[in-house]
Protein backbone atom coordinates (compact mmCIF):
# COMPACT_ATOMS: atom_id res chain seq x y z
CA UNK A 1 0.00 0.00 0.00
CA UNK A 2 1.69 3.55 -0.87
CA UNK A 3 1.24 6.06 1.71
CA UNK A 4 1.44 9.96 0.92
CA UNK A 5 2.36 11.17 4.54
CA UNK A 6 1.11 15.06 4.80
CA UNK A 7 1.76 17.09 7.78
CA UNK A 8 2.09 21.16 8.77
CA UNK A 9 6.02 22.46 8.20
CA UNK A 10 6.32 26.06 7.34
CA UNK A 11 6.37 28.14 10.39
CA UNK A 12 8.08 31.49 11.05
CA UNK A 13 10.21 29.81 14.31
CA UNK A 14 13.11 27.86 13.19
CA UNK A 15 12.95 25.77 15.90
CA UNK A 16 8.93 24.72 15.21
CA UNK A 17 9.81 23.65 11.65
CA UNK A 18 12.79 21.32 13.15
CA UNK A 19 10.67 20.08 15.21
CA UNK A 20 7.78 18.78 13.00
CA UNK A 21 10.54 17.92 10.48
CA UNK A 22 11.41 15.22 13.65
CA UNK A 23 7.93 14.55 14.26
CA UNK A 24 7.37 13.23 10.48
CA UNK A 25 10.50 11.35 9.93
CA UNK A 26 9.45 9.50 12.86
CA UNK A 27 6.08 9.18 11.64
CA UNK A 28 7.55 8.13 8.34
CA UNK A 29 9.54 5.51 9.62
CA UNK A 30 7.03 4.09 11.73
CA UNK A 31 5.05 3.59 8.35
CA UNK A 32 7.75 2.13 6.40
CA UNK A 33 8.70 -0.50 9.77
CA UNK A 34 4.92 -1.69 9.60
CA UNK A 35 5.81 -1.82 5.65
CA UNK A 36 3.86 0.25 3.79
CA UNK A 37 5.21 2.40 0.94
CA UNK A 38 5.76 5.95 1.96
CA UNK A 39 6.32 9.04 0.20
CA UNK A 40 6.60 12.12 2.88
CA UNK A 41 7.13 15.09 1.07
CA UNK A 42 8.76 16.99 4.02
CA UNK A 43 10.86 13.88 4.93
CA UNK A 44 12.23 13.21 1.50
CA UNK A 45 12.32 17.25 0.20
CA UNK A 46 13.75 19.03 3.46
CA UNK A 47 17.33 17.92 3.94
CA UNK A 48 17.27 18.75 0.01
CA UNK A 49 16.11 22.10 0.15
CA UNK A 50 18.12 23.17 2.84
CA UNK A 51 21.48 22.03 1.60
CA UNK A 52 21.14 23.34 -1.38
CA UNK A 53 19.42 26.18 -1.10
CA UNK A 54 16.23 26.08 -2.37
CA UNK A 55 12.48 27.17 -1.22
CA UNK A 56 10.63 25.49 0.96
CA UNK A 57 7.41 27.12 0.60
CA UNK A 58 4.82 24.65 -0.56
CA UNK A 59 4.40 25.91 -3.86
CA UNK A 60 8.03 25.41 -4.91
CA UNK A 61 7.41 21.74 -4.37
CA UNK A 62 3.52 21.40 -5.27
CA UNK A 63 4.17 19.84 -8.88
CA UNK A 64 7.02 17.21 -6.76
CA UNK A 65 3.67 16.69 -4.55
CA UNK A 66 1.34 16.55 -6.79
CA UNK A 67 2.74 13.72 -8.89
CA UNK A 68 3.04 12.00 -5.65
CA UNK A 69 -0.60 12.35 -4.49
CA UNK A 70 -1.63 10.88 -8.16
CA UNK A 71 0.58 7.89 -7.30
CA UNK A 72 -0.24 6.96 -3.53
CA UNK A 73 -3.24 4.83 -2.40
CA UNK A 74 -3.96 6.96 1.03
CA UNK A 75 -3.26 10.25 2.12
CA UNK A 76 -2.18 9.96 6.02
CA UNK A 77 -2.25 13.34 7.82
CA UNK A 78 -0.02 13.58 10.61
CA UNK A 79 -2.68 16.17 12.63
CA UNK A 80 0.44 18.17 14.36
CA UNK A 81 0.18 21.32 15.62
CA UNK A 82 -1.37 23.51 13.31
CA UNK A 83 -2.34 21.25 10.81
CA UNK A 84 -5.61 22.71 9.71
CA UNK A 85 -4.54 26.00 9.32
CA UNK A 86 -1.31 25.12 7.11
CA UNK A 87 -2.22 25.74 2.67
CA UNK A 88 0.65 23.19 2.31
CA UNK A 89 -1.33 20.40 3.91
CA UNK A 90 -4.77 21.77 2.59
CA UNK A 91 -4.18 22.19 -0.59
CA UNK A 92 -2.78 18.18 -0.69
CA UNK A 93 -6.14 17.44 0.83
CA UNK A 94 -7.75 18.98 -1.09
CA UNK A 95 -5.77 17.49 -4.23
CA UNK A 96 -6.50 13.82 -2.76
CA UNK A 97 -10.38 14.61 -2.20
CA UNK A 98 -10.06 15.61 -6.33
CA UNK A 99 -8.31 12.75 -6.99
CA UNK A 100 -10.58 10.76 -4.90
CA UNK A 101 -7.69 9.23 -1.94
CA UNK A 102 -9.00 7.86 1.11
CA UNK A 103 -7.61 9.95 3.53
CA UNK A 104 -6.93 9.49 7.81
CA UNK A 105 -5.11 10.91 10.05
CA UNK A 106 -1.92 9.25 11.07
CA UNK A 107 -3.38 7.99 14.56
CA UNK A 108 -7.10 6.81 12.95
CA UNK A 109 -4.75 5.21 9.75
CA UNK A 110 -3.12 2.98 12.46
CA UNK A 111 -6.07 1.64 14.20
CA UNK A 112 -8.04 1.31 10.92
CA UNK A 113 -5.47 -0.55 9.13
CA UNK A 114 -4.37 -3.12 12.56
CA UNK A 115 -5.05 -5.75 11.28
CA UNK A 116 -3.28 -5.77 7.52
CA UNK A 117 -0.33 -4.34 10.05
CA UNK A 118 -0.87 -7.49 11.48
CA UNK A 119 -1.20 -9.61 8.86
CA UNK A 120 2.11 -8.11 7.44
CA UNK A 121 4.61 -8.31 10.46
CA UNK A 122 3.47 -12.16 10.27
CA UNK A 123 3.76 -13.04 6.84
CA UNK A 124 7.84 -11.76 7.01
Known sequence: MKLYLAAPYTHKDKKIVLKRVK???KAAAKLI???FIVYSPISHC???AIENKLPTDANFWRIQNEEFISWCDIMVILTL???EKSTG?????????KCRKQT???DRFLIHHKRFIIQSAFSN
Not at 89 to 97: Q, V
Open 46 to 48: HAI
Open 33 to 35: SLN
Open 104 to 106: FSY
Open 89 to 97: LLSELALAH
Open 23 to 25: AIN
Open 81 to 83: KGW
